[in-house]
């Protein structure tokens, strides 16, 4: 059928310091430690990868296991609560998927499908911009809240504002 040649393990000092290197850093178990390094020799967590990480087939799928709390990276995504998403940009959780299927982005108790949450008193607005309006900060439609509390739809082409009930056009502006 073949002939099946063993791996070169390189250096094996399992017995004396619980480590075996594959390849000088390609594979690296640090049984003292509990940890496996792929393309790094010096391994930082359970599993601590260099590149990119790849699910491939009709199963493939990235499961979270037990719940953390919010991780010391400087950016992930993890599982705050049971059926529960967590998204993390400097070292902050910035948007979270609840068991419920609610998004909150500034906030990690949504009360809605979608709820934006900004902690200051600042505006806060969504813009909707397509090929048409250009996507630079003054494009397209704004709808939102300013610091002054009033909510705010904003036009930012020059074209009209419609307003519709029941499949039909009440109000152009």
Known sequence: AGTKVAPDFGSQNIATTGELTVDTDTLKVDATNNR????TASPGRTLDVDGIIRSDGTSGALVF???SSTPSEGAAIHRPA?????????????????????IGAGTASPNHMLQLHRSDSNNSYTQYTNSTTGSASGDGVWLGMGGDEVCYLWQNENNHMVLGTNNSERLRI
């Open 36 to 39: 496996v390094g792929v393309g």
């Open 65 to 67: 296991g037990g719940n």
């Open 82 to 102: 049971a059926d529960t998403l967590a998204f993390v940009t400097n070292s902050t959780e910035k948007a979270r998927i609840t068991s419920s299927g609610f």
